[in-house]
T-cell receptor, first 110, second 117 residues
Framework: TQLLEQSPQFLSIQEGENLTVYCNSSSVFSSLQWYRQEPGEGPVLLVTVVTGGEVKKLKRLTFQFGDARKDSSLHITAAQPGDTGLYLC??????????FGTGTRLKVLA | DSGVTQTPKHLITATGQRVTLRCSPRSGDLSVYWYQQSLDQGLQFLIQ???????AKGNILERFSAQQFPDLHSELNLSSLELGDSALYFC????????????????FGEGSRLTVL
């Protein structure tokens, strides 16, 4: 069974602080995605990484895919209250299945 | 607006009952995925269809079933409901199957919140 473990599970920080969320697995994924989910809504895609070692930047967010394509990280610089939400990583497990991580709930306090 | 429509948004029912959740994917998307999300948790993969055919199954209970119709909309049927089935049920769609480049990304509906009393 392919599992994606995220850490930390919960994170509460002050506005302006930096943070990193990790997504780890013992399985190899052909691609990995990060989503953010706000209350009452479905997850929304932030980024897709497909190459081992790939780094993508989206404004204050930096995403990295591990060299072995088993893990990923999301780093947020100078967090803002608008970054608050549930962050989910998802791996493409074979051709027809996306496996989601356990989730990291982030709260950024003003 | 993701373009994925789910109905109903909220549903309250009793144990032992049966409900049907409906999903209309984004225009042109051939893949439909169903996920279950319990309170404050990640998404549990239930089942996936591609162009009308079942292609992948997750930890879907035998009491649950789904299908994708020729017009590509999908329905998730939940029967003999138990208290533990209370959750948010999400439908997502994608143009291409998982892992097939950036167009394999998922677009989610707003979910159907099921409460079993």
């Amino acid at each position: 069974t392919q599992l994606l473990e995220q850490s930390p599970q919960f994170l509460s920080i002050q506005e302006g602080e930096n943070l990193t969320v990790y997504c780890n697995s013992s399985s190899v994924f052909s691609s990995l995605q990060w989503y953010r989910q706000e209350p009452g809504e479905g997850p929304v895609l932030l980024v897709t990484v497909v190459t081992g070692g790939e780094v993508k930047k989206l404004k204050r967010l930096t995403f990295q895919f591990g060299d072995a394509r088993k893990d990923s990280s999301l780093h947020i610089t100078a967090a803002q209250p608008g970054d608050t939400g549930l962050y989910l990583c998802a791996g493409a497990a074979g051709t027809y299945k996306y496996i989601f991580g356990t989730g990291t709930r982030l709260k950024v306090l003003a | 607006d993701s373009g994925v429509t789910q109905t109903p948004k909220h549903l309250i029912t009793a144990t032992g009952q049966r409900v049907t959740l409906r999903c209309s994917p984004r225009s042109g998307d051939l893949s439909v995925y169903w996920y279950q999300q319990s309170l404050d948790q990640g998404l549990q993969f239930l089942i996936q269809y591609y162009n009308g055919e079942e292609r992948a199954k997750g930890n879907i209970l035998e009491r649950f079933s789904a299908q994708q119709f020729p017009d590509l909309h999908s329905e998730l049927n939940l029967s003999s409901l138990e208290l533990g089935d209370s959750a948010l049920y999400f439908c997502a769609s994608s143009l291409r199957p998982a892992g097939r480049g950036i167009t394999g990304e998922l677009f989610f509906g707003e979910g159907s919140r099921l409460t079993v009393l």
